[in-house]
Protein backbone atom coordinates (compact mmCIF):
# COMPACT_ATOMS: atom_id res chain seq x y z
CA UNK A 1 0.00 0.00 0.00
CA UNK A 2 1.49 3.34 -0.56
CA UNK A 3 1.18 5.71 2.10
CA UNK A 4 1.06 9.24 1.07
CA UNK A 5 0.13 11.32 4.35
CA UNK A 6 -0.91 11.71 7.46
CA UNK A 7 -4.16 13.23 8.03
CA UNK A 8 -3.99 15.13 11.96
CA UNK A 9 -7.30 16.71 13.04
CA UNK A 10 -6.95 19.30 15.83
CA UNK A 11 -9.89 18.85 17.93
CA UNK A 12 -10.31 21.88 20.88
CA UNK A 13 -7.89 23.85 18.70
CA UNK A 14 -10.54 24.30 16.28
CA UNK A 15 -12.56 26.42 18.54
CA UNK A 16 -9.79 29.43 18.48
CA UNK A 17 -10.78 32.31 17.39
CA UNK A 18 -8.17 35.28 15.51
CA UNK A 19 -5.20 33.63 17.44
CA UNK A 20 -5.88 30.21 16.22
CA UNK A 21 -3.40 30.59 13.67
CA UNK A 22 -0.81 30.99 16.50
CA UNK A 23 -1.61 27.62 17.98
CA UNK A 24 -1.68 25.69 14.92
CA UNK A 25 1.96 27.18 14.00
CA UNK A 26 2.99 26.00 17.65
CA UNK A 27 1.54 22.88 16.82
CA UNK A 28 3.32 22.65 13.44
CA UNK A 29 6.71 23.23 15.73
CA UNK A 30 6.03 21.06 17.96
CA UNK A 31 5.70 17.80 15.62
CA UNK A 32 8.97 19.04 13.63
CA UNK A 33 10.97 18.67 16.80
CA UNK A 34 9.20 15.66 17.97
CA UNK A 35 10.27 13.76 14.12
CA UNK A 36 13.91 15.69 14.04
CA UNK A 37 15.04 12.33 13.24
CA UNK A 38 13.54 11.96 10.12
CA UNK A 39 13.74 15.83 8.78
CA UNK A 40 12.79 17.50 7.20
CA UNK A 41 8.55 16.97 6.76
CA UNK A 42 7.03 18.53 4.38
CA UNK A 43 3.53 20.16 6.45
CA UNK A 44 0.33 21.58 5.40
CA UNK A 45 -1.69 23.52 7.20
CA UNK A 46 -5.63 24.14 6.71
CA UNK A 47 -8.02 25.62 8.64
CA UNK A 48 -9.17 22.66 10.43
CA UNK A 49 -6.40 19.98 10.04
CA UNK A 50 -2.91 19.20 9.18
CA UNK A 51 -1.26 17.00 6.48
CA UNK A 52 2.35 15.59 7.23
CA UNK A 53 3.63 14.54 3.55
CA UNK A 54 4.87 10.85 3.53
CA UNK A 55 8.39 9.51 1.78
CA UNK A 56 8.67 6.37 2.70
CA UNK A 57 7.77 3.55 5.38
CA UNK A 58 10.39 4.31 7.74
CA UNK A 59 9.16 7.73 8.04
CA UNK A 60 5.33 6.30 8.16
CA UNK A 61 6.46 3.92 10.99
CA UNK A 62 7.71 6.83 13.22
CA UNK A 63 4.98 8.59 12.74
CA UNK A 64 2.36 6.24 13.81
CA UNK A 65 4.69 5.50 17.45
CA UNK A 66 5.17 9.18 18.20
CA UNK A 67 2.39 11.13 17.26
CA UNK A 68 -0.45 9.61 20.04
CA UNK A 69 1.91 11.44 22.57
CA UNK A 70 1.98 15.25 21.02
CA UNK A 71 -0.26 17.20 22.53
CA UNK A 72 -2.50 19.49 20.36
CA UNK A 73 -3.81 16.38 18.41
CA UNK A 74 -7.05 15.32 18.50
CA UNK A 75 -7.29 12.56 16.10
CA UNK A 76 -5.36 11.29 12.95
CA UNK A 77 -5.52 8.75 10.11
CA UNK A 78 -2.89 7.88 7.56
CA UNK A 79 -4.11 8.31 4.07
CA UNK A 80 -3.09 5.84 1.25
CA UNK A 81 -3.73 7.36 -2.50
CA UNK A 82 -4.46 5.48 -5.61
CA UNK A 83 -5.00 6.05 -9.81
CA UNK A 84 -8.33 7.70 -10.80
CA UNK A 85 -10.23 5.04 -11.39
CA UNK A 86 -12.69 2.77 -10.40
CA UNK A 87 -10.57 -0.43 -10.84
CA UNK A 88 -7.64 0.85 -8.65
CA UNK A 89 -9.94 2.15 -5.86
CA UNK A 90 -12.32 -1.17 -5.44
CA UNK A 91 -8.51 -2.34 -5.05
CA UNK A 92 -7.18 0.05 -2.26
CA UNK A 93 -10.73 0.00 -0.45
CA UNK A 94 -10.33 -3.58 -0.04
CA UNK A 95 -6.38 -3.57 1.47
CA UNK A 96 -7.53 -0.87 3.72
CA UNK A 97 -10.63 -2.63 5.24
CA UNK A 98 -8.54 -5.63 5.47
CA UNK A 99 -7.62 -3.64 9.55
CA UNK A 100 -10.78 -4.97 10.10
CA UNK A 101 -11.39 -8.39 8.67
CA UNK A 102 -11.18 -10.42 12.11
CA UNK A 103 -14.07 -8.46 13.89
CA UNK A 104 -18.32 -7.99 12.74
CA UNK A 105 -18.38 -4.23 12.18
CA UNK A 106 -20.92 -2.05 10.29
CA UNK A 107 -18.92 0.17 7.61
CA UNK A 108 -19.81 3.11 5.69
CA UNK A 109 -18.19 4.71 2.57
CA UNK A 110 -18.06 8.78 2.95
CA UNK A 111 -17.00 10.25 -0.56
CA UNK A 112 -15.72 14.06 -0.89
CA UNK A 113 -15.19 15.11 -4.82
CA UNK A 114 -13.34 18.47 -4.87
CA UNK A 115 -12.37 17.34 -8.49
CA UNK A 116 -15.81 17.60 -9.92
CA UNK A 117 -14.53 16.66 -13.63
CA UNK A 118 -14.21 12.81 -12.28
CA UNK A 119 -16.31 11.08 -14.32
CA UNK A 120 -18.18 9.33 -11.61
CA UNK A 121 -20.72 11.01 -9.00
CA UNK A 122 -20.37 10.43 -5.27
CA UNK A 123 -23.94 8.28 -5.05
CA UNK A 124 -22.13 5.95 -8.03
CA UNK A 125 -18.13 5.83 -6.06
CA UNK A 126 -20.30 5.37 -2.62
CA UNK A 127 -22.48 2.08 -4.25
CA UNK A 128 -19.43 0.62 -6.20
CA UNK A 129 -16.79 0.91 -3.59
CA UNK A 130 -19.22 0.07 -0.86
CA UNK A 131 -20.33 -3.45 -2.93
CA UNK A 132 -16.54 -4.25 -3.73
CA UNK A 133 -15.97 -4.44 -0.04
CA UNK A 134 -19.17 -6.18 0.94
CA UNK A 135 -18.40 -8.73 -1.24
CA UNK A 136 -14.80 -9.37 -0.21
CA UNK A 137 -15.76 -9.48 3.56
CA UNK A 138 -18.38 -11.28 4.55
CA UNK A 139 -18.10 -9.92 8.59
CA UNK A 140 -18.77 -6.46 7.14
CA UNK A 141 -22.43 -4.66 7.08
CA UNK A 142 -23.78 -1.10 5.84
CA UNK A 143 -24.73 1.31 8.35
CA UNK A 144 -25.59 4.76 6.98
CA UNK A 145 -26.14 6.44 10.63
CA UNK A 146 -23.10 6.00 12.84
CA UNK A 147 -21.67 3.25 11.67
CA UNK A 148 -18.73 1.60 13.26
CA UNK A 149 -15.96 2.80 10.71
CA UNK A 150 -16.08 5.60 7.68
CA UNK A 151 -14.06 4.64 4.61
CA UNK A 152 -13.41 8.13 3.13
CA UNK A 153 -12.60 8.68 -0.05
CA UNK A 154 -11.34 12.33 -1.60
CA UNK A 155 -11.43 12.75 -5.06
CA UNK A 156 -8.65 15.52 -6.07
CA UNK A 157 -6.74 17.04 -8.92
CA UNK A 158 -3.77 14.77 -8.53
CA UNK A 159 -5.07 11.02 -7.13
CA UNK A 160 -7.65 9.31 -5.10
CA UNK A 161 -7.39 9.59 -1.22
CA UNK A 162 -8.71 6.87 0.92
CA UNK A 163 -8.53 6.63 4.42
CA UNK A 164 -10.35 4.60 7.19
CA UNK A 165 -8.26 3.87 10.65
CA UNK A 166 -8.72 7.33 13.20
CA UNK A 167 -6.24 6.85 15.58
CA UNK A 168 -6.99 9.23 18.55
CA UNK A 169 -4.37 11.48 19.47
CA UNK A 170 -3.12 13.71 23.11
CA UNK A 171 -5.64 16.17 22.51
CA UNK A 172 -4.93 19.17 25.15
CA UNK A 173 -3.19 22.07 23.45
CA UNK A 174 0.03 22.51 21.84
CA UNK A 175 3.40 22.38 24.37
CA UNK A 176 4.68 25.93 24.42
CA UNK A 177 0.92 27.74 24.11
CA UNK A 178 0.34 29.04 27.21
CA UNK A 179 3.43 29.82 28.11
CA UNK A 180 6.30 28.16 30.25
CA UNK A 181 6.26 27.01 34.65
CA UNK A 182 8.29 25.30 36.71
CA UNK A 183 7.47 22.19 37.44
CA UNK A 184 9.28 20.75 41.28
CA UNK A 185 9.98 17.03 40.22
CA UNK A 186 9.97 14.50 43.08
CA UNK A 187 10.47 11.70 41.93
CA UNK A 188 7.00 10.12 43.18
CA UNK A 189 3.97 9.30 41.95
CA UNK A 190 2.23 12.41 41.86
CA UNK A 191 4.66 15.55 40.41
CA UNK A 192 5.27 13.80 36.84
CA UNK A 193 1.68 13.26 36.57
CA UNK A 194 1.11 16.95 37.39
CA UNK A 195 3.64 17.60 34.67
CA UNK A 196 1.75 15.79 32.43
CA UNK A 197 -1.74 17.77 33.16
CA UNK A 198 -0.49 20.49 32.57
CA UNK A 199 1.65 19.80 28.98
CA UNK A 200 -1.19 18.90 27.94
CA UNK A 201 -2.53 22.44 28.66
CA UNK A 202 -0.24 23.54 26.43
CA UNK A 203 2.45 25.00 29.46
CA UNK A 204 5.92 24.30 28.67
CA UNK A 205 8.07 22.74 31.67
CA UNK A 206 11.07 23.16 32.89
CA UNK A 207 11.88 20.94 36.27
CA UNK A 208 13.52 21.61 39.25
CA UNK A 209 14.71 18.47 41.80
CA UNK A 210 15.81 18.99 45.35
CA UNK A 211 19.06 16.72 46.24
CA UNK A 212 20.58 15.61 49.34
CA UNK A 213 23.32 13.59 49.95
CA UNK A 214 24.60 11.72 51.12
CA UNK A 215 20.68 11.66 52.92
CA UNK A 216 19.46 10.69 49.44
CA UNK A 217 21.41 8.07 46.72
CA UNK A 218 22.76 8.72 43.03
CA UNK A 219 19.96 6.27 42.43
CA UNK A 220 16.83 8.20 43.45
CA UNK A 221 18.84 11.27 40.75
CA UNK A 222 18.91 9.13 38.37
CA UNK A 223 15.00 8.06 39.15
CA UNK A 224 14.16 11.81 38.73
CA UNK A 225 16.29 11.42 35.12
CA UNK A 226 14.20 8.98 33.81
CA UNK A 227 11.16 10.89 34.63
CA UNK A 228 11.89 14.06 33.13
CA UNK A 229 12.97 11.77 29.68
CA UNK A 230 9.51 10.26 29.93
CA UNK A 231 8.09 13.71 29.89
CA UNK A 232 10.21 15.19 27.10
CA UNK A 233 8.54 12.40 25.18
CA UNK A 234 4.54 14.61 24.52
CA UNK A 235 6.78 17.52 22.52
CA UNK A 236 9.22 18.99 24.17
CA UNK A 237 12.36 18.87 25.89
CA UNK A 238 12.57 19.35 29.47
CA UNK A 239 15.86 21.16 31.17
CA UNK A 240 16.10 19.71 34.80
CA UNK A 241 17.32 22.16 37.36
CA UNK A 242 18.91 19.54 40.73
CA UNK A 243 19.68 21.88 43.47
CA UNK A 244 21.89 20.80 46.07
CA UNK A 245 19.78 21.12 49.19
CA UNK A 246 21.55 18.83 51.78
CA UNK A 247 22.90 22.20 54.12
CA UNK A 248 19.29 24.00 54.17
CA UNK A 249 17.57 20.68 55.12
CA UNK A 250 20.58 20.03 57.89
CA UNK A 251 20.08 23.39 59.18
CA UNK A 252 16.21 23.53 59.15
CA UNK A 253 16.76 20.20 61.44
CA UNK A 254 18.87 21.72 63.37
CA UNK A 255 16.26 25.37 64.11
CA UNK A 256 13.48 24.67 63.32
CA UNK A 257 10.59 23.01 66.14
CA UNK A 258 10.28 19.10 64.66
CA UNK A 259 6.75 19.59 64.26
CA UNK A 260 7.50 22.41 62.04
CA UNK A 261 10.28 20.38 59.71
CA UNK A 262 8.11 19.51 57.19
CA UNK A 263 6.34 22.99 56.62
CA UNK A 264 9.70 25.21 56.48
CA UNK A 265 11.33 22.66 54.23
CA UNK A 266 8.41 23.15 51.86
CA UNK A 267 8.89 26.48 52.55
CA UNK A 268 12.77 26.83 51.43
CA UNK A 269 12.31 24.90 48.34
CA UNK A 270 9.23 26.90 47.28
CA UNK A 271 12.30 30.01 47.87
CA UNK A 272 14.76 27.89 45.51
CA UNK A 273 12.07 27.17 42.80
CA UNK A 274 10.89 30.92 42.87
CA UNK A 275 14.53 31.95 42.71
CA UNK A 276 15.38 29.49 39.36
CA UNK A 277 11.73 30.40 38.10
CA UNK A 278 12.96 33.53 37.77
CA UNK A 279 16.10 33.14 36.37
CA UNK A 280 14.50 31.34 33.79
CA UNK A 281 11.72 33.45 32.79
CA UNK A 282 8.89 30.89 33.65
CA UNK A 283 5.64 32.32 34.59
CA UNK A 284 4.46 29.54 37.60
CA UNK A 285 5.36 26.87 39.31
CA UNK A 286 3.50 23.41 39.31
CA UNK A 287 3.31 20.87 42.01
CA UNK A 288 2.16 17.22 42.55
CA UNK A 289 -0.11 18.00 45.23
CA UNK A 290 -3.62 17.10 46.01
CA UNK A 291 -5.19 18.01 48.80
CA UNK A 292 -5.00 16.08 51.44
CA UNK A 293 -3.11 13.62 51.01
CA UNK A 294 -0.13 13.74 53.51
CA UNK A 295 0.49 16.06 56.19
CA UNK A 296 2.02 19.20 54.17
CA UNK A 297 -1.25 19.14 51.80
CA UNK A 298 -3.86 20.12 54.14
CA UNK A 299 -5.31 23.44 53.23
CA UNK A 300 -3.10 25.22 56.24
CA UNK A 301 0.24 24.20 55.33
CA UNK A 302 -0.43 24.88 51.41
CA UNK A 303 -1.15 28.37 52.87
CA UNK A 304 1.97 28.39 54.85
CA UNK A 305 3.86 27.32 52.28
CA UNK A 306 2.41 29.88 49.69
CA UNK A 307 3.22 32.54 52.35
CA UNK A 308 6.38 32.68 51.04
CA UNK A 309 6.19 33.59 47.20
CA UNK A 310 3.75 36.21 45.02
CA UNK A 311 4.05 33.22 42.00
CA UNK A 312 1.59 31.28 40.71
CA UNK A 313 1.68 27.97 42.13
CA UNK A 314 -0.18 25.82 39.87
CA UNK A 315 -1.93 22.61 41.64
CA UNK A 316 -3.40 20.48 38.77
CA UNK A 317 -3.98 17.32 40.73
CA UNK A 318 -5.44 19.41 43.79
CA UNK A 319 -8.88 17.36 43.60
CA UNK A 320 -8.04 13.90 42.78
CA UNK A 321 -7.46 11.33 44.71
CA UNK A 322 -4.57 8.54 44.84
CA UNK A 323 -5.94 5.84 42.69
CA UNK A 324 -7.12 8.63 39.84
CA UNK A 325 -3.54 9.81 39.74
CA UNK A 326 -1.86 6.13 39.31
CA UNK A 327 -3.89 5.65 36.77
CA UNK A 328 -2.93 8.30 34.82
CA UNK A 329 0.86 7.47 36.25
CA UNK A 330 0.00 4.29 34.30
CA UNK A 331 -1.40 5.53 31.23
CA UNK A 332 1.06 8.02 30.63
CA UNK A 333 4.34 5.30 31.51
CA UNK A 334 5.68 7.09 34.79
CA UNK A 335 4.27 4.71 37.66
CA UNK A 336 6.77 2.04 37.33
CA UNK A 337 9.67 4.21 37.80
CA UNK A 338 7.98 6.53 40.57
CA UNK A 339 7.44 3.24 42.71
CA UNK A 340 11.29 2.23 42.47
CA UNK A 341 12.33 2.50 46.33
CA UNK A 342 14.73 5.41 46.55
CA UNK A 343 13.88 7.81 48.96
CA UNK A 344 14.00 11.56 48.32
CA UNK A 345 14.90 15.13 50.59
CA UNK A 346 10.95 15.31 50.91
CA UNK A 347 10.70 12.07 53.30
CA UNK A 348 14.16 12.64 55.27
CA UNK A 349 14.27 14.08 58.42
CA UNK A 350 10.69 13.69 58.55
CA UNK A 351 8.97 13.66 61.80
CA UNK A 352 6.68 11.11 63.34
CA UNK A 353 3.92 13.73 64.34
CA UNK A 354 3.94 16.73 61.66
CA UNK A 355 2.22 19.46 62.20
CA UNK A 356 -1.31 19.46 60.02
CA UNK A 357 -2.47 22.78 60.59
CA UNK A 358 0.79 25.00 60.89
CA UNK A 359 -0.02 29.02 61.50
CA UNK A 360 1.86 31.41 59.26
CA UNK A 361 2.76 33.51 62.15
CA UNK A 362 3.88 30.75 64.16
CA UNK A 363 6.07 29.51 60.80
CA UNK A 364 7.26 33.00 60.69
CA UNK A 365 8.05 32.90 63.60
CA UNK A 366 10.29 30.14 64.03
CA UNK A 367 12.30 31.14 61.08
CA UNK A 368 12.86 34.09 61.64
CA UNK A 369 15.97 32.90 64.41
CA UNK A 370 18.00 31.91 61.13
CA UNK A 371 19.46 33.64 57.93
CA UNK A 372 18.71 31.12 55.16
CA UNK A 373 18.96 33.44 52.31
CA UNK A 374 22.62 33.10 52.19
CA UNK A 375 22.60 28.93 51.81
CA UNK A 376 19.29 29.38 49.45
CA UNK A 377 21.73 31.97 46.60
CA UNK A 378 24.51 29.11 47.46
CA UNK A 379 22.54 26.32 45.84
CA UNK A 380 20.76 28.29 43.36
CA UNK A 381 23.92 29.27 42.05
CA UNK A 382 25.59 25.96 42.18
CA UNK A 383 22.91 23.99 40.65
CA UNK A 384 23.00 21.53 38.03
CA UNK A 385 21.56 21.20 34.69
CA UNK A 386 20.22 18.19 32.38
CA UNK A 387 18.66 18.49 29.34
CA UNK A 388 15.92 15.86 28.13
CA UNK A 389 15.90 13.85 25.86
CA UNK A 390 19.71 13.59 26.16
CA UNK A 391 21.29 13.48 22.52
CA UNK A 392 23.17 10.40 21.95
CA UNK A 393 26.94 11.55 21.05
CA UNK A 394 27.71 11.05 17.19
CA UNK A 395 30.41 8.37 16.49
CA UNK A 396 33.75 9.34 16.21
CA UNK A 397 34.05 8.30 12.01
CA UNK A 398 37.66 8.27 12.78
CA UNK A 399 37.82 6.10 15.62
CA UNK A 400 40.04 2.96 16.06
CA UNK A 401 41.95 4.79 12.50
CA UNK A 402 45.08 5.64 14.51
Known amino acids: MKWKEVLIRYGELSTKGRNKKEFISRLRDNIRYTFKEISPL ?21 LMEKLPKVFGIQ ?10 NLDAMKSLAI ?16 VRRSDKSFPHESHEIQREIGGAVLRHYENLTVQVKKPEVEL ?8 IYMMAQIIQGAGGMPVGSNGKSLLMLSGGIDSPVAGYMMM ?58 ENMIMTTTRRMMMKVAD ?40 RPLIGYDKLEIIDIA ?54 ELYIFPMMKPKEDQFEGLL
Open 330 to 383: EKIGTYETSIQPFEDCCTIFTPANPKTKPKVDKVNYYESFTDFDALIEKSVQNR
Open 42 to 62: AIHTERDRMHIQIENNEQMAI
Open 152 to 159: RIEVRKDA
Open 75 to 84: SFSPVAICDK
Open 95 to 110: EIMKDFKDRNITFKVE
Open 275 to 314: KVREEIGALGIVTGESLGQVASQTLESLTAINDVTNTPIL
Open 200 to 257: KRGVRLEAIHFFSPPYTSQNSLEKVKVLANELSKFGYKIRLHVIPFTDIQVLIKDRVP
